[in-house]
DNA sequence: CTAAAACCTCAACCTAGCTTTAGGTAAAGA
DNA sequence: TCTTTACCTAAAGCTAGGTTGAGGTTTTAG
């Protein structure tokens, strides 16, 4: 093995990484601080990129879209491969896994509404019964795999609650 | 007309409502400066609340847990009448907005979804043409009215993207 | 060779949504 | 009455996710 590789993978300027991703360069050197994108410096100290750096910043858009956190983000790029670039594999893997959080999601937002539709029924919101006010419930019962609406106690409790309250 | 309202309307000091409402007094502090609650002093300067204050306490939890910022929660509650203690059909009304609002969000993330489950079969995120990059994409194809699964030529270009770029 | 453009670091600043701290007053109970 | 608990204000601090600015170096274009 010779130089080659390095002759074959071009290296970036942060103003090129930035004009290509369309961010600025101030968020580059910030995702940097944060451990989200990794770069080399250059004989005078500039920062050079590999061209991989463009998906993960495209991954890291794409995630904060989700509504993820960069500290997710950060955990799920830091599943990729450190030996090589990441291919095509590596990066479905990812899609799938995000894909799978935004499900949940939908899910959970799903659930929030069936309760807001609970609640314009009775005008509720009461403070003590009213799912839409304690949303943890519903966190809650997703831990216990059952789903709020099956629980007709709770349910029933929605129904009819505003006159308990002012 | 007695004082007859003022003694049928008993009124909670802060460490009251903090309780009754589960979050800090430091919060109710924060939501009054923000214009989300209000409250009178009595003799000695403390804050009194009229039992209200409870069920907005429940609308602005609620909408935060939909994601709403407390400026948009600020915004609707504005809408509720200043005259009178607002009534079940006021609330109602209410929720009936943000299951509106909730419903937006949700179509939203269903057609991000859609756009991931595009991106898994090529292991793309085309800085150029994955949509699932660009995502601004969505939204003014959402104020076109025009919906991104519509548009074959971008979904034509989430195909195959992986090899044209690292 | 020189000037402009690009880059560097470090620190301060910004919005949102609160919490914490400091120093002081009011109310409640033994 | 005395002491504890609750409350008051104002300002500072915190996390997230960056942006802005100052002062200095490197690279590039003419």
Redesign the pocket.
């Known amino acids: 093995m010779t130089v080659a590789s390095e002759r074959d993978e071009p290296r ?8 290509r991703a369309d ?10 601080t ?1 451990g989200l994108i990794r ?1 080399w ?8 990129y590999k061209k991989d750096v463009l998906r993960r910043i495209a991954v ?2 794409a995630g ?1 879209k989700m509504g ?6 950060k955990q799920t790029l830091s599943t990729l491969p450190e030996s090589r670039t990441p291919n095509k594999e590596d990066w479905a893997r990812m899609s799938r896994f995000w894909q799978a959080q935004l499900d949940e999601k939908i899910a959970y937002m799903m659930r929030v509404r069936e309760m807001v539709d609970g609640c314009i029924g009775c005008g509720c919101l009461s403070m003590k019964s009213c799912p839409m006010y304690n949303p943890e419930d519903i966190v809650a019962t997703e831990a216990n795999g059952a789903v709020w609406l099956d629980h007709p106690e709770q349910a029933k409790a929605a129904k009819n609650c505003y006159d308990s309250q002012n």
Chains 1, 2 share one sequence.
């Open positions: 970036l300027s942060v103003g090129q990484v930035a004009k961010v600025a360069v101030s968020t580059l050197h910030f995702y940097e944060k770069s410096r250059n004989a005078g100290n500039q920062r050079r890291i858009k904060q993820i956190s960069l500290i997710e983000i």
